[in-house]
């Protein structure tokens, strides 16, 4: 009897992984993108690992665009839209003819020690590159029905306090109100446009982590921003600074963490985490009215983890 449980329990653990490597459907007529973060290092660490499997994966299931949830550039952002880095750590990276689609961009704390608003400046500059503002938003209409989801595109940076006496962070931060960045949100989330089904934000730093757990950045995040996506309906916060990939739901407020597009650091198990992995990669997504896929996929493009969120 023992002996059989074993096999029951052995063969209902395969099934299971089975299950999860099948991921999401390339054939899936969806809102399709990938969420790549932490990424800029001119190659270096598993840079250009990630990006060769990055473009396997844009071959394969053709997404509409990419997010980039910042610390674009490494080690302190860009001086200008001139410099190196652009070519180095993107232009030459993510060449293929098949990745010059739209990259949605935030900012990062590592570009915030260069001139952020010269990757504002470079969406004037690349077709691709998407940043008009420090933050922003996009309605996109989802295919096969009348409904929308909408993203929204916040600059974290401005929302930690201990960066505004920081000698270098400072005179950046300064620069972003973010009082009225959180109005400006908040009208956003909590206006009545009956054809929003999906409300998804898309900032720097996480509001939960096993990477950081209790760091200052991820306490200033979660004071700041806690209540309003719980009391507004934000579906999804994604997140990156991290160097791991997780997916964590505390109390119905659900996050992604994407941010080991190069470095990977260790990331711990919490009460709430439904999935982490301190591996290299990214996350693919397809959103439909009534549900989001997401796949967590490795450097070697093994899918890791298939989550679900239904509407």
């Not at 991921?23 to 001119?42: A, H, Q, T």
């Not at 010059?100 to 952020?116: A, E, F």
């Not at 999935?275 to 009534?290: I, K, N, P, Q, V």
Request: proline share 4%; aromatic share 12%.
């Amino acid at each position: 009897m023992r002996f059989n449980i074993f096999l029951i329990t052995i063969w209902g653990a395969f099934l299971s992984q089975n299950l999860l490597a099948q991921g999401i459907n390339p054939l899936e007529k969806s809102n399709k993108f990938i969420v790549i973060g932490d990424w800029g290092r001119n190659g270096d660490d598993q840079q250009l690992a990630v990006a060769d499997q990055l473009l396997q994966q844009v071959k394969k299931h053709k997404p509409d665009f990419i997010i980039s949830t910042g610390d674009n550039f490494y080690p302190n952002g860009v001086k200008s839209t001139m410099d190196p880095l652009w070519k180095y750590s993107f232009e030459d990276i993510y060449k293929s003819y098949h990745l010059q689609i739209d990259w949605q961009v935030v900012l990062g704390n590592h570009d915030y020690l260069g001139d952020p608003d010269a990757q504002v400046a470079y969406s004037l500059v690349s077709r691709r590159w998407q940043m008009p503002e420090r933050h922003y938003t996009k309605t996109v209409p989802i295919k096969g029905s009348k409904d929308k989801v909408l993203f929204i595109y916040i600059d974290t940076n401005s929302l930690i306090p201990e960066f505004y006496s920081n000698s270098i962070y400072g005179p950046n931060v300064a620069k972003t109100d973010s009082t009225a960045q959180k109005m400006w949100m908040k009208e956003l989330l909590t206006s009545h446009d009956e054809a929003v089904k999906w409300k998804i934000v898309v900032g720097h730093h996480p509001m939960y982590t096993g990477g950081r757990t209790e760091g200052y950045d991820t306490k200033a995040i979660r004071r700041s921003l806690e209540t309003l996506f719980r009391e507004s309906g934000v579906d999804l916060y994604i997140s990156g600074h991290d160097h791991s990939l997780q997916y964590l739901e505390k109390d119905g407020l659900r996050q992604i963490v994407s941010g080991s597009a190069s470095e990977v650091t260790a990331s711990a198990s919490l009460p709430y985490t439904q999935f982490t992995a301190s591996e290299a990669g990214f996350m693919l997504f397809a959103l439909s009215s009534d549900k989001i896929q997401f796949d967590i996929i490795n450097k070697n493009g093994v899918t890791l983890y298939h989550g679900e969120i239904d509407k």
